[in-house]
């Protein structure tokens, strides 16, 4: 019965024709990367500098792919059941959770081990090149990878467990991947060369992410450290962080696999309008927005689509949008304490690339949540052949989702604006470094909603559609910085500064003269290609749109 589960949930995506073609693509990329640094001249370069220059692109390739394409099997794993209907067929078999758990997690690991599996001939290529210790490091960079699978893996499941819908399990796992990655990594930024608890804290939660202790594997300087070294074990620190989330998250997932798992309920509650006088004044006092009040009426000069996207998306209540705008205020006012502390300390512009890179993560983290699905919900579930009833045109449609999807964004962007501002007042000849920023960070936004939402429109499933949008962007963003990680060797000036055109984070560091990026001039060229890009995914998004309009 265990090798049931495990043949149906590994043969169910391998039989996907997508999946072949990726890994046909993943084993060329890294067997294209090794070949263009392959010496020609028949000679091994001195050390094997060169051996590990391409092992250092292929390790953080290798770890951006996992990043992106694992997490999205274990999030579906137990909600797609649940939806379906077969899950509480599952739990009535003789399998116990132990034996049902252990099945969704092998067959997760086997497609991680597969994925790894397309690296062995290029991880042999650059081994062949010599300068790499085959334990020291290759076998440290499999090893991490190898926690990083178990760990999101387990992550993923657990949240799995406790989603509702597809689509809300894969934003939510997404989230913590990007959070636990990327987002751990800014206190230490802050914090480094300080000492006491704080110092502390900050160097934990720098352990947390895989992208640290790959950088500890592989020897890369850390950007904005001023030539500080960090002397921790991070791979140590990290590994026990792994293990122990993973077997947390393994327990807690296994104590949910019952019959209970199938019983929501939820207090009807009772509305503020059928509330006595004196209530209703207590409420009022108490509440900025009450939650449990009637919404009022659609104004007739507002767009209905948006008004429909804010009331059925938890976050587009008015309630959780000034919760919202609540938490960005909070963190404007600690980015904006920590730009003051640290700019004295650091410089302008190593703290102004920190918030530039914490700005970005975060717009990545909530574009495709709020835009991929706007199209394939509807398809979904069966909306959109209702919204093709109304009289509304087909673009005015997309204009009312564009819009709920646009201002929620707005509000992310404004959460660091105060740091910037700081920034300006601190260094006055910056103001113009603080505009163009902005701009950036605004252009990145419009880009990465619209392109979500293209994406979304060509997909019937949001899940899908969510994760294809995640990837879509995390390899707009991240591929170019793999090519800046290989500057001078095997990539060029030229080539870097091409490759870095098209990444927005790249240009929002050169504008800051961010270390590592003020000799790249991407600005406006980047802001050509974000505005190309925008222009091209709103037609796309039309056309799309317009073919699936069409009678059936």
Known sequence: MFSAILRRELLTPLRRRRMVVFQIGLASLFGLLVILRWP?????????????????????????????????????????????????????????????????????????????????????????????SLYGDIGKVYKLLILVAIEYAAI?????????????????????????????????????????????????FWCMSPVAALMSITGTEEPGSQGLVTKIDVLGRYTIFSLTT????????????????????????????????????FRRFFFLVDPQKRSAGIPSFVNPVMFKEFRCRRFGRLHWLV???????????????????????????????????????????????????????EREHGGWLLLQTTPMATARIIWGKLLSALLPLLLVLCATAPGYLVMAYIEPGMGQQVKRVIVCLLLTAIFAMLVSAAVGSFFV???????????????????????????????????????????????ALSVIRMPGFQNYDLVPMNWWILGIGSIASILILLIQTHRISRPQ
């Not at 993973?246 to 019983?263: E, G, M, P, Q, Y």
Request: glycine residues 10%; proline residues 3%; neutral net charge.
């Open 461 to 507: 499933r949001t899940a899908a559609a969510t994760a294809t949008a995640y990837a879509a962007l995390l390899l707009i963003c991240g591929l170019p910085m793999l090519i800046w990680m290989g500057r001078d060797a095997p990539f060029g000036h030229r080539t870097v500064e091409a490759a870095l055109s098209f990444s927005s984070i790249a240009a």
């Open 156 to 204: 993923g499941m657990l949240v799995s467990s406790f989603s509702q819908s597809v689509d809300s399990a894969v934003r939510t796992t997404y989230g913590i991947v990007l959070g636990t990655s990327v987002l751990t990594l800014i206190p230490h930024y802050f914090l480094q060369g300080s000492q006491g608890l704080l110092a502390d804290i900050g160097e934990w």
């Open 40 to 132: 020609t001249d028949g000679e091994v370069a001195l050390f094997g500098a060169r051996s590990r220059e391409i092992f250092r692109l292929f390790a953080y390739g290798l770890l951006m792919t996992l990043l992106f394409l694992l997490p999205v099997f274990p999030a579906t794993s137990i909600v797609s059941e649940k939806r379906r209907g077969t899950l509480a067929l599952l739990l009535n078999t003789q399998l116990g959770p132990v034996h049902i758990f252990a099945g969704k997690l092998a067959a997760v690991m086997a497609m991680a081990g597969m994925i790894l599996a397309m690296s062995l001939p290029a991880a042999g290529t650059c081994y062949s090149m010599g300068g790499l």
């Open 323 to 377: 919760r919202l705008v609540a938490a960005c205020a909070t963190l404007s006012l600690g980015l904006t304490y920590a730009t003051t502390a640290g700019t004295f300390d650091w410089g302008v512009e190593t703290i102004g690339g920190i918030m530039v890179v914490m700005q970005v993560a975060l717009i990545i983290l909530v574009a495709p949540s709020l835009s991929a699905g706007l199209i394939s919900v």
């Open 246 to 281: 993973a077997v947390a998250a393994s327990i807690w997932t296994i104590a949910r696999l019952n019959h209970r798992l199938f019983d929501v309920s939820r207090a009807a509650g009772t509305m503020s309008d059928d509330l006595s006088w004196s209530a209703k004044l």
